[in-house]
Structures are given as structure tokens and as C-alpha cells.
């Protein structure tokens, strides 16, 4: 058996110094500064190497999502500090809508990911790569609640008109994608839920590293966008519910260490299924305390972590794979750009309100951030790329993109994989907006914003299989 694996931890605390930073998840950093810390945003570093040479440094970040120019800057940066090639660093978000800006152009904004972001994260990895020790791998999964209370739901809808009873037919029904401000959100009295897109991906996946005379590392990886702060108080800087369960989780078993990989959370929120129907500890309404919903998710977990729960892997060893791949871009709303010009400028200046939503169904838009994504997609190039990562760890793997990817992705890569347990791993490697599956509703919120057209996700997942296949 291959016995070489080491692993090494390390976390750094990269709240911004400045007192009210800008926050990230809904644009306009600069309407929406913090009042207080909630919890603290952190940076969580695990190393993983053969005996003492490095295999890769995967860092965590409670952060929404960056771009690819500061993802650069943190990878160069984390990279000579761990002494590990650039393309041996993976950054993720966990993708808080409540952690500060890290694309923002405000003077204390970039002077927070230059002079604390980017050096704390390049500490992390070198901290990481200095702490490997030896050790084991094991894996395990769980189904989070039960059928009719679940804490996660694909929030694409058909929706029936209200004053046709019972009476509608198919024809009758709106896909509503998710379209933030529009008539479907505003006039909910004349509209009812019939269905939604699809079911969720309600599994929860768990690997955990045992290391010799060492604290355990668990990699915990779960689909349901980090929001539940911003939810409930639009102002608060938090870590939302990745970082509150890593702190349950640690206080519950002190001798572990804790870092959360965001799933295929693109068309997901967090909350349960049913008004009528709750969860011990978490009932209709509470989806928006982050407390009692990480109480609940913790709760899942812990059993996995009693002593013979989780499968030991037959191999304990790392390897990894990177591929850059070619896409098309989208430009399906290219036409549309003058109508949007006006809208853009005054959702930067006010934010959004119901006279702009009106000004957007005048221009044709679903919403102010439909007509952002047409000005947006429409200067990028006909094609782009990105990177694809794969990390085997002993019989398990984690596959990373730069895509808020979908439920349906996730589901089908578990399906495909050769490996025990795979987790697929969004938001990581940069940030390309969406990646749709060819089942999404076509003028959805995501859809409209994505970068590349239907059928990238095909693409996404054929290489994935390539790489884990090239792995085994």
C-alpha cells in the first residue's frame, strides 16, 4: 500500500484592518459597507505532499469570489512563500456574501488585498507546507435533513398565475430563474409556487486527514451558496455558515482543524423545504440565523467523526492535475448594450429601486443585473479560458473550476468519477461568473450573467474524468 502522504495545516485571520469595509455578493461595495463583525474572515491552508516534498497547498478563503487579476496576485504570492510551483496553489471561496470586496477599486479596498489579503495568504501556505506530518486518509458522506425539510433547494421555480385557480395549463407557467426585482418577486400575490427546476444535491462530503502526533484536517464540502447573513442583515461582515460550522465542529472535538469546500451552489440557497415541516433545532423563518442553521449541518457531521464512521482509504497518497481549457464566450446580448447603459449608470449610482426595475421591463431586461451582464459580456473576447484542477487524496479526489457551478454538475461528476468519494469544488481558481447546465432555464438570472455559452459544462466535466482517470 502507498503510505507517503503528508499533510500540513495552518489558518490566518483576514478580517480588513479598516473599520467598515465594503461588501461582496450583491455589487456595489460602496453601498453596502459593514457596521460590525459578525465573525471574522479567515484564510484555511492545507498542504499536501509526499514524505517532505510538497504536492500542492489548497487554501480556503471566506471570501465571495475574485477575479482572475487578484487571484493571480494571491497565487504568485502564496507561491514563493511555499516554495511550490504557481500551478500547485489552489484558491477557493467559500463564497460569503458577506465577506469584504476583494475585487472592489475603493482606495481601502485595495489597499486591505495588497498590503494585509495577499501576504496573509502567502503566510498560510508557507505556515501549511512547514506543518506536514504524516498522515491517513479517510472519507465518508451524509444526506443533510429528510425528504420535505432540507436545508438546501435548487431556487429556480415554475410559478402559475394566481387568478386562474386551478386552472392553468403548462402554458401558463413562468421558469423563474432566480430574476432578482422582478414582477415575479414584487407581485407574489399574483403568482404561486408550482415546482422547482430540479432536486438538490443534498449530500454532504467528508474527508479527513489523521496525522501523527498532529491535529486532524477535515475537508468538508456541501452545494448551498453562503448567504444566510446577508439575509438576515445586509451590513454584517461574516464568515456565514461555512465558518460558524467550523467553529462548532472544533470546540466539539478540540484535536481538529476545519476547512469548507463550496459545492455546486450556483443555482442553490440554503433553507429548508417545506413552511410547514422544520428540522430539530431549525424551523421555517430561522434559514436566515446562521447559528441555528450551522448548529444543524454540525449536527449532521459529528456522528461521521465518531471512531470507525468514515471509511479508511486503501491508499494514502496525493497527486494532482491541471488542464487549461478553451471555451466560446457568450454574446447572445450584445444587441441589447445601448438599452443597458443608462440602467448600469444608475444602479451604480442608487442602487436598485422599483422605479429602475420598471426602466429595466421597459428596456427589455429582467432585472438591473441583466443589464449589467450585457455590457459586461459583450467587451469580452469571442473566446477565454480557465483552469481545471484535480487533487487525489489517497481514494478520494477534489475537482476545482472558477464557476459558480450548478447543482446537476456536481450530481453527475459523483455518478462519473472512478474515486471512492469525489467533491466538486466551485469558485475556485479565479471567478468566471456562472456555468449553466443545458437544462437551466434559458433567461434566467444565471443564465443571462454567465460568460460561456451552453455546453461548457459538458466540456468542464469530460476533461475532469480525463484527469481523475489519468490519476488512478
Known amino acids: 500500500m502507498d503510505r507517503n502522504l503528508t499533510a500540513g495545516f495552518a489558518?490566518?485571520?483576514?478580517?480588513?484592518s479598516s473599520p467598515h469595509p465594503g461588501l461582496?455578493?450583491?455589487?456595489?461595495?460602496?453601498?453596502r459597507r459593514a457596521t460590525r463583525i459578525l465573525s471574522p474572515v479567515c484564510a484555511h491552508a492545507v498542504a499536501l505532499g509526499k514524505g517532505k516534498e510538497t504536492v500542492c497547498v489548497l487554501i480556503q478563503t471566506d471570501l465571495c469570489e475574485f477575479w482572475p487579476g487578484p487571484f493571480e496576485a494571491?497565487?504568485?504570492a502564496a507561491s514563493a512563500a511555499a516554495g511550490v510551483a504557481p500551478d500547485r496553489i489552489f484558491i477557493n471561496a467559500s463564497h460569503t456574501h458577506s465577506g469584504p470586496d476583494v475585487n472592489a477599486d475603493l482606495p481601502d479596498l485595495a489597499a486591505w488585498r495588497e498590503k494585509e489579503l495577499v501576504p496573509k495568504l502567502a503566510e498560510a501556505a508557507r505556515l501549511a507546507v512547514s506543518d506536514l506530518k504524516p498522515a491517513r486518509v479517510f472519507y465518508g458522506s451524509v444526506e443533510i435533513g429528510?425528504?420535505?425539510?432540507?436545508?438546501?433547494?435548487?431556487k429556480h421555480y415554475k410559478m402559475a398565475p394566481v387568478k386562474k385557480g386551478d386552472a392553468w395549463s403548462e402554458e401558463d407557467l413562468v421558469d423563474v430563474g432566480d430574476n432578482y426585482g422582478t414582477r415575479y418577486a414584487r407581485d407574489r400575490e399574483s403568482w404561486r409556487y408550482?415546482?422547482?427546476?430540479?432536486?438538490?444535491?443534498?449530500?454532504?462530503?467528508?474527508?479527513?486527514?489523521?496525522?501523527?502526533?498532529?491535529?486532524?484536517?477535515?475537508?468538508?464540502?456541501?452545494?448551498?451558496h453562503a448567504q444566510l447573513t446577508s439575509g438576515a442583515k445586509k451590513t454584517d461582515l461574516s464568515a456565514d455558515f461555512p465558518g460558524a460550522v467550523n467553529a462548532l465542529l472544533e470546540k466539539e472535538i478540540p484535536g481538529i482543524r476545519c476547512a469548507f469546500f463550496q459545492g455546486c451552489a450556483g443555482n442553490v440557497n440554503p433553507t429548508t423545504?417545506?413552511?410547514?415541516?422544520?428540522?430539530?433545532?431549525?424551523t421555517w423563518g430561522t434559514h436566515k440565523d446562521v447559528n441555528a442553521y450551522a448548529a444543524v449541518l454540525a449536527a449532521h457531521i459529528l456522528p461521521l467523526l465518531e471512531e470507525g464512521a468514515l471509511t479508511p482509504s486503501k491508499s494514502d497518497s496525493a497527486d494532482v492535475r491541471v488542464r487549461v481549457v478553451t471555451a466560446k464566450r457568450d454574446h447572445s446580448l450584445d444587441a441589447m448594450v445601448s438599452a443597458a447603459l443608462p440602467i448600469a449608470e444608475r444602479f451604480q449610482r442608487e442602487g436598485s429601486s422599483a422605479d429602475l426595475i420598471r426602466l429595466c421591463e421597459k428596456q427589455g431586461f429582467n432585472s438591473p443585473y441583466h443589464a449589467l451582464a450585457a455590457i459586461k459580456k459583450s467587451r469580452l473576447p469571442a473566446a477565454g479560458e480557465f483552469e481545471l484542477s484535480a487533487v487525489r487524496i489517497g481514494d478520494a479526489a477534489i475537482l476545482g473550476a472558477p464557476f459558480e457551478l450548478f447543482n446537476a454538475t456536481?450530481?453527475?461528476?459523483?455518478?462519473?468519477?472512478?474515486?471512492?468519494?469525489?467533491?466538486?469544488?466551485g469558485f475556485s481558481g479565479g471567478y468566471h461568473d456562472y456555468l449553466p447546465t443545458d437544462n437551466t432555464y434559458p433567461n434566467s438570472y444565471e443564465a443571462n450573467e454567465m460568460e460561456f455559452v451552453f455546453g461548457t459544462d459538458r466540456v468542464v466535466e469530460d476533461e475532469w474524468l480525463a484527469m481523475l482517470e489519468e490519476m488512478l
Request: proline residues 6%.
Open 410 to 425: 456536481g450530481i453527475r461528476m459523483r455518478e462519473k468519477s472512478p474515486y471512492a468519494l469525489t467533491m466538486v469544488n
Open 11 to 16: 489558518r490566518i485571520d483576514i478580517t480588513p
Open 273 to 282: 423545504r417545506m413552511a410547514e415541516e422544520g428540522i430539530p433545532g431549525l
Open 146 to 154: 429528510r425528504p420535505g425539510a432540507r436545508l438546501n433547494f435548487v
Open 24 to 31: 461582496q455578493g450583491f455589487y456595489n461595495a460602496h453601498l
Open 194 to 224: 408550482v415546482a422547482h427546476e430540479e432536486e438538490a444535491d443534498h449530500e454532504l462530503l467528508l474527508i479527513r486527514l489523521v496525522r501523527d502526533g498532529a491535529e486532524d484536517i477535515l475537508l468538508w464540502n456541501f452545494p448551498a
Open 74 to 76: 494571491m497565487r504568485r
